[in-house]
């Protein structure tokens, strides 16, 4: 009995050990080993299944690299046709779990190399992140160098929790592309995506119901952007609840925001009046009483850099105690030369006598006959170093006879290149070339906008008619840049599936304004020429 007692004993705890492998926590996990106490490797696939395991997940998503949507068979044939079921991979079992592994919790991620350690993309959807997998997170991520983008689909990330993985997004300066949809957030906390602290390019915010105080909030963001700040270049916001009013908030921040190049606000529930403050940007536009007293103020101080100086401080710079040594009258200088040299002379023609004397007293003496030559050779030396002075006195920019440089009080030594590079100078929208009429002053509409995207909305014909007023406005004012074919201003407009018909001839002749300058038209026919030939 004894016997029996103690296998059963010895079962009981291997089973329990292997029930405690599979869930992630060994005995020695639970007493010493902590998350905190864990270095990640840069391995995401390694470091990430590691924490969970210390932090007690039982189940846990996987690591995968990113699939491929499965593909119907275009064939008559069926999935289970050719199958040959001799073993368990080969069932209609295994085949049907394969194709729906793809809808299975997981981390989908793409690399650049076969090591795991290069990952670039990751993708998470349909599960939620909850505050112990953001701690996870805050350590695995900030290790992937590589990592360029992050797609969040369905998370169900709170206000909490998006803060959390801003603070992540300070630490992760690779990252570039940011999306995150189908995830509303209570407080509309959207707009501290934009900062000058985190560098994105592009910000994907599609499905999320964004309102119109959302779109103020996002509107106050890209207005306190600095000027110099030429990350954010692509912004979506389709699929919201923007309206009107919204769009006449980010309508505000376009007058002066330069950073931002395309613009998606399809399948919102824009109207005409927001359609009108959107193509007002595009176009001339009039300042209000605030933008002229600033534009006011930015030209005043312009003028004091930019202002000559005085005659009576240009004298003052130019008197003898501005001046360097060097630039005292060209007579005081000739002078002391003068007298500097009648007193070398002096000096040397009394050297040579002495050597003279020395020579005949001791002609038979070779020490002396050595010193007395190169007594000689260092009065000639001297005699030419009197020569290049008074040279140099009358050219200063010349070299010497021996090759070395002359040093001169007006010239500096050149700076080192990180001393010679100028900072680029960024201009202020409001100091653009304005012009007045009617008692207004009008500013040229912002030209920086390549791509707007405003299908799907409410807009009419009234809304249509402000983008081809736009459109026209600009067509006159910018031209192609010299040796190029390049335009500057708005080269793609999507009003497709709005509240006007398909043959409205204010949209035919946007399309022949536009579709000349449509990039993606021009390389979709290049490849069709390059085909038919």
Not at 284 to 290: C, E, G, K, S, V
């Amino acid at each position: 009995m004894g016997k029996k007692a103690e296998k059963l004993k010895d079962k009981t705890l291997k089973e329990n050990e292997n029930d405690s492998q599979s869930a992630g926590v060994g005995p020695q996990d639970k007493t010493s080993l902590s998350a905190d106490d864990y270095q990640c490797t840069g391995n995401l696939e390694q470091d990430f299944t590691e924490l969970c395991r210390r932090l007690g997940y039982t189940e846990f998503p996987r690591v995968v690299n990113r699939p491929r949507m499965p593909s119907t068979p275009t064939s008559e044939k069926t999935a289970f046709d050719d199958t040959d079921w001799t073993s368990d991979k080969d069932s209609p079992i295994a085949h049907i779990k394969d194709r729906f592994s793809y809808f299975k919790p997981s981390i989908q991620i793409e690399v650049d190399n076969e090591d795991g350690r290069s990952v670039r993309e990751i993708s998470i959807r349909g599960w939620k992140i909850d505050d112990k997998m953001m701690g996870i997170f805050s350590k695995c991520l900030p290790v992937l160098t590589s990592l360029h983008k992050i797609r969040l689909w369905n998370v169900g990330l709170t206000d909490d929790t998006f803060s959390s993985f801003l603070t992540i997004l300070h630490c992760c300066p690779s990252i570039r592309v940011f999306a995150l949809e189908g995830n509303p957030l209570l407080q509309q906390s959207y707009y501290k995506l934009i900062s000058d602290d985190i560098v994105l390019s592009q910000i994907f915010l599609r499905n999320n119901k964004i309102n119109d105080e959302g779109a103020r909030l996002i509107s106050q963001a890209l207005r306190s952007l600095k000027m110099t700040n030429k990350n954010l270049a692509s912004l979506v916001l389709s699929y919201n609840h923007i309206t009107d009013e919204g769009a006449r908030h980010i309508a505000q921040a376009l007058r002066f925001n330069r950073s931002l190049l395309s613009l998606n606000l399809s399948s919102n529930q824009i109207g005409d009046e927001g359609a009108l403050a959107l193509a007002e940007v595009l176009g001339h536009f009039p300042l209000t009483h605030a933008e002229i007293v600033e534009r006011r103020r930015l030209l005043l101080e312009k003028e004091a850099q930019e202002q000559p100086r005085s005659p009576t401080t240009s004298r003052h710079a130019d008197s003898k105690s501005d001046r360097p040594p060097s630039h005292h009258s060209n007579s005081a200088i000739e002078k002391g030369d003068k007298a500097q040299a009648q007193k070398t002379k002096q000096s040397i023609k009394k050297k040579e006598k002495e050597t003279q004397k020395k020579e005949e007293k001791s002609a038979s003496n070779i020490t002396s006959g050595t010193s007395n030559a190169a007594a000689q050779a260092s009065g000639s030396n001297k005699k030419d170093d009197l020569k290049t002075a008074k040279k140099q006195l009358a050219n200063p920019d010349q070299k010497n006879t021996r090759g070395e440089p002359v040093k001169s009080a007006t010239r500096r030594a050149p700076l080192p290149e990180q001393e010679q590079a100028e900072p680029v100078e960024v201009t202020n929208p409001l100091l653009e070339q304005a012009e007045f009429r009617d008692g207004k002053v009008f500013l040229p509409g912002n030209k920086v906008v390549i791509s707007l995207n405003i299908s799907r909305n409410k807009i009419s014909k009234l809304g249509l008619k402000g983008f081809l007023t736009a459109m026209e406005t600009q067509i006159e004012e910018t031209k192609p840049i010299p040796g190029t074919r390049c335009h500057t201003g708005l080269l793609r407009l999507a009003v497709g599936n709005n509240n006007f018909p398909a043959d409205c001839p204010t949209l035919m002749r946007l399309q022949e304004i536009l579709l000349p300058r449509d990039p993606i038209q021009k390389s979709y026919k290049s490849s069709e020429e390059e085909q038919s030939m």
